[in-house]
């Protein structure tokens, strides 16, 4: 998994409370995202920092929190205002291959329960 | 808004068949698209890239071909084995002001059969 750890793998949370999800690169990648995915849904984009102290919202924001305090780590907060939070949270570092392109590194995933 | 398309049913294949892949996108125009493989459970790998100005690309048994006029690539891996079977993934990136926000389709599950 490219030196992108996400933990816990599995986590099962009970309604009404909050979690959060760790995501510790050491890639030395400057731009990092959280991506939700759901059975036949692909990937949805839930929050992205390019740079330290800065993140920018995604397709899917609400109901989720995050912070960008340090170049290495992007938590991820299921708040529970989230409504449907069961799904399989992946995320992910970005790396310059080429000049002018970009790819993606992603983690292990972490899978989240709603009993 | 723009659209990724991938197929959404599984594609079956014997091994040692070529398995062909479609992506297909609407209102964009990206510089370069790119295909991920994904295995359950796990996160998805990056595979190959192809930019607008290319029209083929290969990686051993694996080629991407990219018509900028139809918006729409085919991934192809020849010589198929069972441990080609995953999901796999096509993504573009969208983000206006020189973000990178890739979009991603919903993939297609490819099964190798012996």
């Known amino acids: 998994d490219g030196g992108i750890t996400q933990s816990p793998k599995y986590l099962f949370r009970k309604e009404g409370q909050n979690v959060t999800l760790s995501c510790e690169q050491n890639l030395n990648h400057d731009a990092m995202y959280w991506y939700r995915q759901d059975p036949g849904q692909g990937l949805r984009l839930i929050y992205y920092?390019?740079?330290?102290?800065?993140?920018q919202k995604g397709d899917i924001a609400e109901g989720y929190s995050v912070s960008r305090e340090k170049k290495e780590s992007f938590p991820l907060t299921v708040t529970s205002a989230q409504k449907n939070p069961t799904a399989f949270y992946l995320c992910?570092?970005?790396?310059?291959?080429?000049?002018?392109?970009?790819?993606?590194?992603f983690g292990a995933g972490s899978r989240l329960t709603v009993l | 808004s723009q659209k990724i398309e991938q197929n959404s049913e599984a594609l079956n294949i014997q091994e040692g068949k070529t398995a062909t892949l479609t992506c297909n996108y609407t209102?964009?125009?990206?510089?370069?698209l790119q295909w991920y493989r994904q295995d359950p459970g796990r996160g998805p790998v990056f595979l190959l890239l192809?930019?607008?100005?290319?029209k083929e690309k290969r990686k051993e048994r694996l080629k991407v071909t990219f018509d900028t006029t139809l918006k729409q690539s085919l991934f192809h891996i020849t010589a198929s084995q069972p441990a080609d079977s995953a999901t796999y993934l096509c993504?573009?990136?969208?983000?206006?002001?020189?973000?990178?926000?890739?979009?991603f389709g919903r993939g297609t599950s490819l099964i190798v059969h012996p």
């Open positions: 992910a570092t970005l790396n310059e291959v080429r000049s002018g392109a970009n790819v993606l590194t």
């Open positions: 192809i930019r607008e100005n290319e």
């Open positions: 993504a573009l990136d969208i983000a206006p002001r020189g973000s990178y926000i890739p979009t």
């Open positions: 920092s390019q740079i330290v102290n800065d993140f």
């Open positions: 209102n964009y125009s990206p510089a370069y």
